[in-house]
């Protein structure tokens, strides 16, 4: 097993920073997702780390191994792209074993390393197939064999499952989080979904701009969410963050776990949806629209403008127009400093 870790890399296109003083460690044999909108520099950063692409500053070490300006060959990683990148005209076989042949290795262990692979993807009846006969699941199991088969103890992924439908997504996830324990390997997983990263990884790397804006476990990330970003990017529904003068003229109470010293004009108010409740005296909030889910709903309601949205269990009986009055727990407050975005204590 190896540890992958960056110091202060950055990559400039001309004058933009695609990655900026970007620093984290991944544990050997741990799963870490680089998470974040589009244009944050996850891609970038993945790509620097496999050399396809040179850092301008900074270092990247792997199993304690300097390897910043090496080229990708002498890194010992796998990558598995979005696209899958297999040829058409070659079998699931030599598609699998493509790379292994282009290093000379023995034709012996090439098999050797082929039967493995099919065995734990479950390709073994599709190895004559060529890419156009497959599905895209079964594409997707043939690019992660190719990385398989490379045996390195470090694996890549730019976003692998992004081309999937929603169910395939579901369980190729399962899959690929149990490949990684079984092969004890390290790897390190591209993806804007924060759903994927959120139940596959172990260290959640979230970016921002082309910098990292909090690294943690993703229950870390979730319960202690370091700015309102990070407080708005993770959970489904996202957070919901006001400016806590707006909350404590309508709802006093709301004030009561506030940081010591600090007044409501310099601070946000961070609640989960989840930690509201409806109640007969509260924050009011005039609803929007409601989203029936089965198990619970959605109300969306507006407070002066800004959005508002609680999750309740079952079916509500509430129309668009209503004024709902909501409630939570003061210790369930997440407080944010509203100039700089971060949290306070």
């Known amino acids: 097993m190896a540890a992958v870790e960056l110091t202060g890399v950055s990559k400039h296109w001309g004058r933009t920073a695609a990655v900026d003083q970007v620093s984290f460690k991944a544990q050997a044999g741990h799963l870490v997702a680089l998470l974040g909108p589009s ?53 699931v076989a030599e598609n699998i074993m493509f790379g292994l042949k282009v290093r000379h290795v023995a034709r012996k262990e090439r098999e050797a390393r082929l039967k493995r692979a099919a065995e734990i993807l479950g390709l073994q009846q599709l190895l004559d197939r060529k890419p156009s006969q497959l599905s895209g699941g079964q594409q997707q199991r043939v690019a992660l064999g190719r990385a398989i088969v490379a045996e390195t103890p470090v694996c890549l992924m730019d976003e692998p499952l992004s081309n999937l439908d929603a169910q395939l997504r579901l369980e190729m996830r399962r899959e690929i989080r149990a490949l990684q324990r079984r092969l004890g390997i390290t790897m390190l997983y591209v993806t804007h979904d924060q759903v ?12 921002r701009n082309g910098v990292v804006e909090q690294d943690a476990p993703p229950a870390e990330l979730y319960e202690r969410p370091a700015t309102i970003f990070a407080a708005r990017f993770v959970g489904t529904p996202p957070m919901n963050v006001l400016p806590a003068a707006l909350v404590a003229a309508a709802y006093p109470k709301a004030m009561a776990s506030a940081p010591p010293g600090r007044k409501a004009a310099d601070l946000a108010i961070g609640i989960r949806p989840e930690d509201v409740r409806l109640a007969s005296e509260g924050f009011p909030g005039a609803v929007v629209a409601l989203e029936y889910l089965g198990a619970d709903t959605l109300i969306e309601s507006r407070i002066d403008g800004d959005t508002f949205v609680i999750r309740v269990p079952g079916k509500v009986s509430a129309n668009p127009g209503d004024i709902v009055h909501m409630v939570w727990d003061p210790n369930r407050t997440h407080w944010f400093e509203l100039s700089s975005g971060n949290r306070v204590e």
């Open 39 to 91: 244009g944050c520099g996850k891609s970038t950063t993945l790509r620097l780390i496999a050399g396809l692409e040179t850092a301008d500053a900074g270092t990247i070490t792997i199993a304690d191994r300097r390897v910043t300006h090496l080229p990708p060959s002498a890194r010992g990683v796998s990558m598995v792209f979005q696209s899958y990148a297999l040829f058409p005209h070659l079998s």
């Open 196 to 207: 994927e990263a959120m139940t596959m990884a172990d260290q959640v790397v979230l970016m």
